[in-house]
């Protein structure tokens, strides 16, 4: 079963920040946050992950809270092409750990 | 270009006829794996493979073969495809132990009649 709790569905205005949250209140001392996005039933793609520390890539932001029970996905300046489904992954630094997909929240950025 | 290609992206087929569904990946990654998706359930995991010759069943593996003879290479057999084996199925890829990013191929999109 997947660890994590996102909204269904989001819309965002192009142009704007998309912050896409993500409960994960059982996550273990080990295991990462990983965020993945899929584009209209291309193959998952990844984004960002983080333990404990907020990170930042040339895609996104990721702020997860201290207590490490919920974090947030941003994508500064969405564009129409940001439009996908998000998925907020815990998983653990054990070898051989799969990366377990929940149903993920669907982002429109709208125009 | 690092990537996972699969092949075929598209089959039709029938019950019953034995096929094969080829992963590959140039990154010399050492895990990989195989996923299908249906509406309504998610990416669901098949098989992995932790390196060559070591494969161990995912979630879902009744109905799935797969071999590990060359680390680069990752094929998903279906001896005697049935109909509720019509999904779209993507192989993936990354450097065992965590955290990794695991790329994905793009899908193959199988039919069974």
């Known amino acids: 079963d997947a660890k994590t709790t996102q909204p269904t569905s989001m819309d965002c205005a192009e142009g704007r920040a998309a912050n896409l949250p993500c409960n994960h209140p059982t996550i273990s001392g080990n295991e990462y946050v990983y965020w993945y996005r899929q584009i209209h039933s291309q193959g998952p793609q990844y984004i960002i992950h983080g333990l404990k520390n907020n990170e930042t890539n040339e895609m996104a932001s990721l702020i997860i809270t201290e207590d490490r029970k919920s974090s947030t996905l941003i994508l500064p300046h969405a564009t129409l092409r940001d439009t996908a489904v998000y998925y907020c992954i815990v998983s653990s630094m054990e070898y051989g750990n799969k990366l377990v997909f929940g149903a993920g929240t669907i982002l429109r950025v709208k125009s | 270009e690092a990537q996972v290609t699969q092949n075929p992206r598209y089959l039709i087929t029938v019950t019953g006829k034995k096929l094969t569904v080829t992963c590959s990946q140039n990154m010399n990654h050492e895990y990989m794996s195989w996923y299908r998706q249906d509406p309504g359930l998610g990416l669901r995991q098949i098989y992995y493979?932790?390196?060559?010759?070591?494969?161990d069943k995912g979630d879902v593996p009744e109905g799935y073969k797969v071999s590990r003879k060359e680390k680069r290479n990752f094929p998903l057999i279906l001896e005697s495809p049935s109909p509720n084996q019509t999904s779209l199925y993507f192989c993936?890829?990354?450097?065992?132990?965590?955290?990794?990013?695991?790329?994905f191929g793009p899908g193959t999109r199988l039919t069974v009649l």
């Open positions: 993936a890829s990354r450097l065992a132990g965590a955290p990794n990013e695991q790329f």
């Open positions: 493979s932790m390196n060559v010759e070591v494969t």
